[in-house]
């Protein structure tokens, strides 16, 4: 058995070059993050996610978009660096699209794009970016010939914020739409999905961020030297920890992530051989 300090360690600067269309407009810029290794930061484009709904703030229903798309943008190489949940206000709204505009290389808004008077995401998009709302002619047609018991209400949705690119919704009414850097998707999960899967591509920005999982029992206490020393030989590669307590004891579940297979490999044999004999 090997105690922690006889324990062997183990021992690449791509930036991602924005498209010209994400640096329009508003001035957008990397937000620096001094905590992460450039090698990581060499593969990744940041990403913002903004639930929008006053149901997800008094926690009538859960946050199932924010982790859902999380989840998605890793495996797209981007670095989901915010989720929020806002309510249904435009000013609210609007304040936060400015900054996460700004901030990340992605923002993903979902919510508030139906018919009914607390769907405000359209009028805060607008309000963000500075910009009226115009009437995509041939979007309100293609809604009113869809929805013909109530044609005006659907087409209502075609009121988007001027110089949107209007996303089709294949399982629902409302469109989502892409501004800038800004992605509007509905807020029903489904229809959120199947939106998203229509745009993903265009949101690569790199490698995807692959990951490597293991439970073990013990205390953080315990490996807290070798996470330490996994982040350190293994610039490349993120690490995590996160406990747990039951019946069974203390347990911990260590994630580590990398845009780069061959560093995640390296860092994962590392500190599985570690933890499993020290002492």
């Given at each position: 058995?090997?105690?922690?300090?006889e324990?062997?360690r183990?021992?690449?600067?791509?930036?991602?070059q924005?498209?010209?269309?994400?640096?329009?407009?508003?001035?957008?810029?990397?937000?620096?993050?001094?905590?992460?290794?450039?090698?990581?930061?060499?593969?990744?484009?940041?990403?913002?996610?903004?639930t929008?709904?006053?149901?997800?703030?008094?926690?009538?229903f859960?946050?199932?978009?924010?982790?859902?798309l999380?989840?998605?943008?890793?495996?797209?190489?981007?670095?989901?660096?915010?989720?929020?949940?806002?309510?249904?206000?435009?000013?609210?709204?609007?304040?936060?699209?400015?900054?996460?505009?700004?901030?990340?290389?992605?923002?993903?808004?979902?919510?508030?794009?139906?018919?009914t008077?607390?769907?405000?995401?359209?009028?805060?998009?607008?309000?963000?970016?500075?910009?009226?709302?115009?009437?995509?002619?041939?979007?309100?047609?293609?809604?009113?010939?869809?929805?013909?018991?109530?044609?005006?209400?659907?087409?209502?949705?075609?009121l988007?914020?001027?110089?949107?690119?209007?996303?089709?919704?294949?399982?629902?009414?409302?469109?989502?739409?892409?501004?800038?850097?800004?992605?509007?998707?509905?807020?029903?999960?489904?229809?959120?999905?199947?939106?998203?899967?229509?745009?993903?591509?265009?949101?690569?920005?790199?490698?995807?961020?692959g990951?490597?999982?293991?439970?073990?029992?013990?205390?953080?206490?315990?490996?807290?030297?070798?996470?330490?020393?996994?982040?350190?030989d293994?610039?490349?590669?993120?690490?995590?920890?996160?406990?747990?307590f039951?019946?069974?004891?203390?347990?911990?579940?260590?994630?580590?992530?990398?845009?780069?297979?061959?560093?995640l490999?390296?860092?994962?044999?590392?500190?599985?051989?570690?933890?499993?004999?020290?002492?």
């Open positions: 058995m090997l105690t922690v300090g324990i062997p183990r021992h690449h600067d791509r930036r991602l924005r498209s010209r269309e994400l640096r329009g407009g508003l001035g957008i810029r990397r937000l620096e993050r001094s905590n992460l290794h450039p090698a990581i930061l060499a593969e990744m484009s940041t990403a913002a996610i903004l929008i709904g006053n149901e997800l703030l008094a926690g009538d859960e946050n199932t978009n924010g982790s859902w999380a989840r998605r943008l890793e495996t797209a190489g981007a670095d989901v660096r915010l989720i929020v949940v806002l309510p249904d206000e435009i000013q609210e709204i609007a304040r936060m699209l400015r900054e996460q505009a700004e901030r990340a290389d992605l923002v993903l808004v979902t919510g508030g794009l139906g018919g008077p607390d769907d405000l995401t359209r009028e805060a998009v607008a309000a963000a970016f500075a910009v009226e709302q115009v009437e995509y002619a041939e979007v309100a047609a293609e809604l009113r010939a869809r929805f013909e018991r109530n044609p005006e209400y659907a087409a209502r949705w075609a988007l914020p001027e110089g949107s690119r209007p996303l089709a919704n294949p399982l629902g009414g409302a469109p989502g739409f892409v501004l800038q850097n800004v992605y509007v998707l509905p807020g029903l999960p489904a229809e959120m999905e199947a939106m998203y899967n229509t745009v993903e591509d265009e949101l690569r920005a790199g490698p995807p961020i990951s490597w999982r293991r439970t073990y029992r013990t205390t953080e206490s315990r490996i807290a030297v070798l996470l330490a020393r996994t982040a350190s293994h610039p490349g590669v993120q690490v995590g920890s996160y406990p747990s039951g019946a069974g004891g203390p347990h911990v579940e260590v994630v580590l992530k990398s845009t780069d297979p061959d560093a490999d390296a860092a994962a044999a590392y500190l599985a051989y570690a933890i499993e004999n020290i002492s």
